[in-house]
């Protein structure tokens, strides 16, 4: 029997109310050279009851770990198991678009040496679409993007397809980390390509071929754990072995993620300290001085009038 070209990765995790979708989009694909490998990462829900419903279809298999230990974990579970020449992740709540592999295959056709291929996508939650991942084809990270994508990460994991080789090179996702073992893989493969500098090409489809759901009890919404995990993503990359002007990227991307997590730090504190959230908002300043409004909300904490202006604009990012 011939090797897949490309191996599908579905990490599962108590996703019971969307894993039917999830595995019928991937089952829709108009590209049929592939492998699904869905690993339930110790579900309590029916969550492998759902995913057992597919398994007669041949390309599809069932990994069901014993014991939870993230989604990075149950991704190099699914890695180790392929041998498709591509992984590409797919998460447990999203959904592709019938052609999305057939699209992204056709530009590794044209692009064989890229080292990373991805899609434009749609977010969406309950209520609706939520509108594109890019709106602006220039903001598109194609090509030799790796200085952008050492400032943050500018790809969604659903989207992604990179090759099984690369990422045994580079040690596969970090499992250490909630969130951010994508990124970190995204980008230790990129500098890892010859030559190095510029690093390995990115290409993308532009068209959205990825639907990605957000809901409330997604970990990407905490945004506390994330801001903690980037930071720890961001000192990963600066311990590698980088070029000056790369790791001096990564010096700036540190102190936005320390001022990102004072800022969250102020937000959940607003309500019943307004000293702590004061200080906060200093120390905030502190690590990005550029970000002088910050100045300014300090002494409207002191006025209730205020707080509630300010208590606004931290909930849109922090």
């Not at 070209?5 to 995790?13: A, E, G, L, T």
């Not at 004072?262 to 001085?289: E, I, Q």
Request: aromatic share 10%; glycine share 4%.
């Amino acid at each position: 029997m011939s090797k897949p070209f490309v191996s599908v990765i579905i990490p599962v995790y108590n996703s019971e109310r969307y894993i039917a979708c999830t595995l019928e989009s991937l089952q829709n694909q108009t590209f049929e050279d592939f492998e699904a490998i869905v690993v339930d990462d110790a579900s309590t829900d029916s969550s492998v009851e759902i995913a057992k419903q597919f398994m007669s279809d041949r390309r599809f298999q069932l990994i069901a770990r014993k014991t939870n230990g993230g989604a990075a974990a149950a991704q190099n579970t699914g890695v180790a198991t392929s041998s498709g020449e591509w992984i590409a992740l797919l998460g447990s709540d999203d959904v592709w678009m019938p052609d999305k592999l057939a699209r992204q295959v056709g530009l590794i056709d044209e692009h064989p040496d890229a080292a990373l291929v991805f899609s434009n996508g749609i977010e969406f939650d309950e209520s609706g679409d939520l509108g594109m991942f890019y709106h602006e084809r220039r903001k598109f990270p194609e090509g030799y993007v790796l200085e952008r994508l050492l400032d943050h990460n500018c790809f969604w994991a659903s989207s992604v397809m990179v090759r099984q080789k690369d990422l045994i090179r580079i040690g596969l996702f970090s499992e250490d980390l909630a969130i951010g073992e994508d990124y970190l893989a995204w980008a230790l493969i990129l500098a890892r390509q010859e030559p190095y500098p510029p690093g390995g090409k990115a290409v993308g489809v532009w068209d959205p071929l990825v639907r990605y759901r957000k809901s409330a009890s997604s970990l990407s919404n905490r945004r506390d754990q994330a801001y903690h995990d980037i930071e720890l993503v961001h000192r990963k990359l600066l311990n590698a072995d980088l070029i000056p002007r790369h790791k001096a990227i990564l010096r700036k991307s540190l102190a936005r993620d320390q001022s990102d997590q004072k800022l969250c730090a102020a937000r959940l504190v607003l309500d019943y300290n307004r000293m702590l959230a004061a200080a906060n908002l200093f120390r905030a300043w502190m690590r990005l001085p550029y970000r002088v409004r910050l100045l300014f909300w300090i002494p409207m904490l002191i006025l209730p009038v205020f707080n509630e202006s300010v208590k606004r604009s931290l909930a849109r990012k922090w």
